[in-house]
């Protein structure tokens, strides 16, 4: 949209080839009163330290690929390694019956505030309750540093649409919106034209 004005009472065109998402911010300025979701025998959170890239996109990708989650996958391997390697970027990974069926990253780059940068399910373990009781893990982690005073994420209209709901539920608030324009992934190769249909393609 370089050289446009945002219409902010109506409508702006988008170029072809462009995709555009209403991103949402939440918050969180306490942690919860009880606990989110009962412990589970069957889950196991494993901590992922330093990710090998191939692994952790290959993993990212089968999260992501339904909302198109691209960002990672477009990094350079050393980029990527570097980015995942910081001291104050934590990932995990719950796993069931040996299978990583999900990811969790929190980055405590600014203590007060750290960020769920990314949360997120494959498609075989949503439902079940598996994503709450991710969700509980992540508060537990966030919420046990006594340097924590508010914690935040954000999601956006290429995401699923029951996310709001659940951060929502979880105890999360908005508190702002943005919109982002990028160019589509998919025509570029990352993911296949017929994914995220919710997003149509054109250009």
């Not at 990094?75 to 934590?90: C, G, I, M, V």
């Not at 006594?146 to 029951?162: A, F, I, M, N, V």
Request: net charge negative.
């Amino acid at each position: 949209m370089s050289g446009q004005m945002l219409d902010m009472n109506g409508y702006t065109d988008v170029p072809d080839g462009k995709i555009a998402f209403v991103v949402t911010y939440l918050e969180m300025l306490e942690g919860p009163s009880s606990p989110l979701a009962p412990p589970r025998d069957d889950i196991m959170l494993e901590r992922w330290r330093a990710p090998e890239p191939a692994d952790y996109k290959k993993l990212f990708r089968e999260v992501g690929e339904d909302w198109i989650w691209f960002s990672r996958l477009t990094l350079e391997e050393t980029d990527l390694a570097k980015l995942l390697s910081e001291p104050t970027r934590e990932n995990y990974r719950p796993v069931i019956n040996g299978e990583a069926v999900g990811t969790l990253e929190l980055d405590f780059s600014d203590p007060a505030e750290p960020e769920l940068a990314y949360f997120g399910l494959t498609p075989g373990a949503i439902g079940g309750g598996v994503g709450r009781w991710l969700m509980a893990q992540a508060l537990e982690i966030a919420w046990s540093r006594t340097e924590t005073k508010r914690l935040w994420l954000h999601t956006c209209t290429g995401d699923s649409p029951q996310a709001m709901k659940f951060y929502m539920s979880c105890g999360f608030q908005p508190y702002k919106r943005a919109i982002e324009v990028t160019d589509d992934p998919r025509l570029a190769g990352v993911y296949p034209v017929d994914k995220a249909l919710h997003v149509p393609l054109i250009g």
